[in-house]
């Protein structure tokens, strides 16, 4: 072959090897975090991608996910690589998710916050690798009926709203993520593990949700599969006779039949019947 053929293949090589990173750092933003499994169905082997690491154009934080240089590692874009990079039906529920909508009512002193996240999969294993302050739990399938859609920025709001989910800017310049809204975040945490911490935390909580939207609730417990979480969410809403509850009708809501005792020992509501802390007044902040 001519040298100076060959030399312009590989000039040419060059130039396509040079572009393919470009384009891959264009699309990583300072925070972004991007998988092997993403880079290899992009088109990036395991060997030009150990040579982007060795090049310093990369960094990896943990086994199988890479930073770009200079990148920061925060749990917000992790996050968001994990709904609209790597595709993945996984959200911000529950605690944190009443949290970022300012309804944390714990002061968790020399505690790091833990990111609760409801999803139809399990997060990928290098998550619980990342050096953050923060760490996430994933608290497994949420308690309603519908299939969760896709966290793309094509999916329309509305279709995210109709599910009691929206997105929630956390960083600025960073694209929002989705996260619940305060009235399906309350129905996760109240389906949470049994006993009498579950109904001090969530009590505490319907305190301060004083300004619920009473159609978005009356959805949300109609398509609610967890029996202990609507009889929780309600008793609760009763204690505090929060105006919302007057006007949330629950003809078609299943509560289910007989007594549940979440607390042995503890107190039946005459309504819901359902067992609750005899000492709660007690708990009250």
Same mark, same amino acid.
């Given at each position: 072959?001519?040298?100076?053929?060959?030399?312009?293949?590989?000039?040419?090589?060059?130039?396509?090897?040079?572009?393919?990173?470009?384009?891959?750092?264009?699309?990583?933003?300072?925070?972004?975090?991007?998988s092997?499994?993403?880079?290899?169905?992009?088109?990036?082997?395991?060997?030009?991608?150990?040579?982007?690491?060795?090049?310093?154009?990369?960094?990896?934080?943990?086994?199988?996910?890479?930073?770009?240089?200079?990148?920061?590692?925060?749990?917000?874009?992790v996050?968001r690589?994990?709904?609209?990079?790597?595709?993945?039906?996984?959200?911000?529920?529950?605690?944190?998710?009443l949290?970022?909508?300012?309804?944390?009512?714990?002061?968790?002193?020399g505690?790091?916050?833990?990111?609760?996240?409801?999803?139809e999969?399990?997060?990928?294993?290098? $998550? /619980?690798?990342?050096?953050?302050?923060?760490?996430?739990?994933?608290?497994?399938r @949420?308690?309603f009926?519908?299939? %969760? !859609? +896709?966290?793309?920025?094509?999916?329309p709001?509305?279709?995210?709203?109709d599910?009691?989910l929206?997105?929630?800017e956390?960083?600025?310049?960073?694209e929002?993520?989705?996260?619940?809204?305060?009235?399906r975040?309350?129905?996760?945490?109240?389906d949470?593990?049994?006993?009498?911490g579950?109904?001090?935390?969530?009590?505490?909580?319907?305190?301060?949700?004083?300004?619920l939207?009473?159609?978005?609730v009356?959805?949300?417990?109609?398509?609610c599969r967890?029996i202990?979480?609507?009889?929780?969410?309600?008793?609760?809403?009763?204690?505090?006779?929060?105006?919302?509850?007057?006007?949330?009708?629950?003809?078609?809501?299943? $509560? /289910?039949?007989?007594?549940?005792?979440?607390?042995p020992?503890?107190?039946?509501? @005459?309504?819901?019947?359902?067992? %609750? !802390? +005899?000492d709660?007044?007690?708990?009250?902040?």
């Amino acid at each position: 072959m001519d040298k100076v053929f060959q030399r312009r293949i590989m000039l040419t090589m060059g130039d396509q090897k040079d572009k393919k990173l470009n384009r891959l750092l264009a699309s990583l933003g300072d925070s972004d975090l991007v998988s092997s499994r993403w880079l290899q169905a992009h088109g990036y082997s395991r060997s030009l991608v150990a040579r982007y690491v060795s090049s310093g154009w990369l960094v990896s934080p943990a086994r199988g996910v890479y930073l770009r240089k200079g990148g920061r590692l925060q749990w917000q874009g992790v996050l968001r690589s994990l709904q609209q990079r790597e595709g993945l039906p996984l959200y911000i529920g529950g605690r944190f998710a009443l949290e970022m909508h300012g309804h944390e009512h714990y002061l968790r002193l020399g505690e790091a916050a833990t990111v609760t996240l409801y999803g139809e999969v399990r997060p990928p294993g290098w $998550l /619980g690798q990342l050096a953050l302050p923060e760490r996430f739990m994933f608290c497994g399938r @949420p308690p309603f009926e519908w299939p %969760l !859609p +896709r966290f793309t920025v094509e999916t329309p709001d509305n279709v995210l709203r109709d599910q009691g989910l929206e997105r929630h800017e956390v960083l600025s310049g960073l694209e929002p993520i989705v996260c619940s809204t305060p009235e399906r975040a309350i129905l996760e945490l109240c389906d949470g593990p049994t006993g009498a911490g579950l109904v001090y935390e969530a009590d505490s909580i319907m305190q301060s949700l004083a300004t619920l939207r009473p159609r978005r609730v009356a959805e949300l417990l109609r398509h609610c599969r967890s029996i202990k979480a609507k009889r929780l969410f309600l008793a609760l809403a009763d204690r505090y006779q929060h105006a919302w509850l007057r006007r949330i009708p629950l003809d078609g809501v299943d $509560l /289910g039949s007989g007594k549940r005792v979440l607390v042995p020992g503890g107190r039946l509501h @005459p309504t819901y019947q359902i067992t %609750l !802390p +005899r000492d709660l007044d007690e708990h009250l902040g």
